[in-house]
């Protein structure tokens, strides 16, 4: 059974830092794209960051670029998502999600998501 659980939010600062973790459970993480999204109150859910299957490659959208790493360990089959610089607008719940089974380089189709951890961003 495909699982994935989030992990590592909370209250933070501004400037603060937050290392949130994605466990993967019934799937091997490095052979599909898995992505960090966020969904802030009354905003549409966006992707942030994303780390394909293939070739490790990360990608970040503008609103994550020179703040966020995504990095992924196989040996703990766990996706992380590094956070650095954070800023009150950074305020979501965060969700990591897997592309199984469909086009991998973080192209879309994730279909498996986790229960979300929520971060808040004091001023």
């Known amino acids: 059974q495909v699982q994935l659980v989030e992990s590592g939010g909370g209250l933070v600062q501004s400037g603060g830092s937050l290392k949130l973790s994605c466990a993967a459970s019934g799937f091997t993480v490095a052979a599909y794209s898995i992505g960090w999204f966020r969904q802030a109150p009354g905003k549409e859910r966006e992707r942030v960051s994303c780390?394909?299957?293939?070739?490790?490659?990360?990608y970040h959208e503008d609103v994550a670029e020179g703040r966020f790493t995504i990095s992924r360990d196989n040996a703990k089959n766990t996706v992380y998502l590094q956070m650095n610089d954070l800023k009150p607008e950074d305020t979501a719940i965060y969700y990591c999600a897997a592309a199984i089974g469909v086009l991998d380089f973080c192209l879309g189709g994730f279909n498996s998501w986790g229960q979300g951890t929520q971060v808040t961003v004091s001023s």
């Open positions: 780390i394909s299957g293939a070739g490790n490659k990360s």
